[in-house]
């Protein structure tokens, strides 16, 4: 199941030559990224937060219908394109190919929908008005807040649609190991992690009532 | 024989598991939009949606990406050092935000 670069990973950190994590160096990498990658969001989150509170004026231009409708039901899919993330890496520990390319093209079905939902919310907040440097409600911090926190999630579930594509062609041709299929996961895990902070934070921080 | 072993049992949690904190973490984001219609104090409302997000954090990293799995080491090497981070950014934050309360309730 694993190859010899693993399991020589995965021997004890006191038998000499082994890793004290016992995990692939491709896994480890991924977390690392990971780490660096929340403080991007983070450094972006913490702007936001702070300008949010700072502003009284601060807009509230997402009313329940469709904003709200909209991003939770796009919270809801991405949760679940999560699930079955998880899914796809169970399938490649057993081994099964066919499941896991499934279970795989399944996430980037779920991906691919919030990112729908996702533009057209954008497009609606165009149309209304608001743009990187000006909107008709209040300060106009909110349009480059807005537009570059979720722009920058949004990118990110792009480049996992295209890693995941590329995942589960290269796994369903055995090119690529149960490894890979599991670091893929990380990622695409860390894209529903982020936005379960932009949801609340940017949506229902600024819902009209 | 005895890393193949732990290899194997150190692949997490079951399906019934994972579609339990599925339904958990959809009811945390019903609690966080039924709250978003409760009309509260901007500070109160971001308290409490950063402390739910952190639960949701938490259950996604500990389960679906199986980070309760893992070596503990993993998690003292990565989280803290994150957390640490994160402070310092915060730091320059609740410095220059504390100065500006008196501007605000002018």
């Known amino acids: 199941m694993h190859d010899v670069h693993t399991e020589t990973a995965l021997d004890s950190a006191w038998s000499g030559g082994g890793s004290p994590f016992a995990m692939g160096s491709k896994?480890?990498?991924m977390w690392l990224f990971i780490v660096s990658d929340t403080l991007t969001f983070s450094a972006l989150l913490v702007v936001y937060t702070y300008s949010?509170?700072?502003?009284?004026?601060?807009?509230?231009p997402f009313p329940m219908n469709p904003a709200i409708i909209f991003s939770t039901t796009m919270t809801v899919v991405l949760l679940a394109s999560s699930l079955t993330m998880v899914m796809a890496v169970m399938a490649s520990q057993?081994?099964?190919r066919k499941a896991t390319v499934l279970w795989m093209i399944a996430t980037m079905a779920g991906g691919l929908t919030f990112m729908g939902l996702h533009l057209r919310e954008w497009f609606h907040l165009i149309e209304e008005g608001a743009t990187i440097t000006h909107n008709p409600w209040g300060t106009p911090l909110f349009g480059a807040v807005f537009?570059?926190?979720?722009?920058?999630h949004m990118t990110h579930v792009l480049i996992g649609v295209i890693y995941l594509g590329i995942v589960a062609t290269g796994y369903g041709r055995g090119k690529f190991s149960a490894e890979d299929v599991e670091v893929n996961g990380l990622y695409w895990h860390f894209v529903d992690l982020v936005w379960m902070f932009v949801f609340p934070l940017i949506y229902l921080m600024s819902v009209k009532y | 024989m005895s890393t193949h072993a732990h290899a194997g049992e150190a692949h997490g949690a079951s399906v019934g598991t994972n579609l339990a904190i599925w339904i958990g973490l959809v009811a945390i984001t019903g609690l966080e939009v039924f709250l978003a219609y409760e009309e509260l104090q901007p500070k109160?409302?971001?308290t409490i949606l950063i402390g739910l997000s952190l639960v949701k954090a938490a259950m996604i990293m500990s389960y679906f990406m199986h980070l309760k799995f893992e070596k503990f080491s993993l998690v003292l090497w990565?989280?803290?050092?994150?957390?640490?981070?994160?402070?310092?950014m915060m730091l320059v934050?609740?410095?220059e935000a504390f100065s500006s309360f008196p501007l605000m309730h002018h």
């Open chain 2, 93 to 95: 934050f609740f410095t």
């Open chain 2, 44 to 46: 109160v409302m971001l």
């Open chain 1, 52 to 60: 949010r509170i700072m502003n009284p004026d601060w807009p509230k």
């Open chain 1, 27 to 29: 896994k480890l990498g």
């Open chain 2, 78 to 88: 990565l989280i803290p050092a994150m957390i640490f981070c994160i402070l310092v």
């Open chain 1, 94 to 96: 057993r081994n099964d």
């Open chain 1, 147 to 152: 537009f570059g926190v979720t722009g920058m």
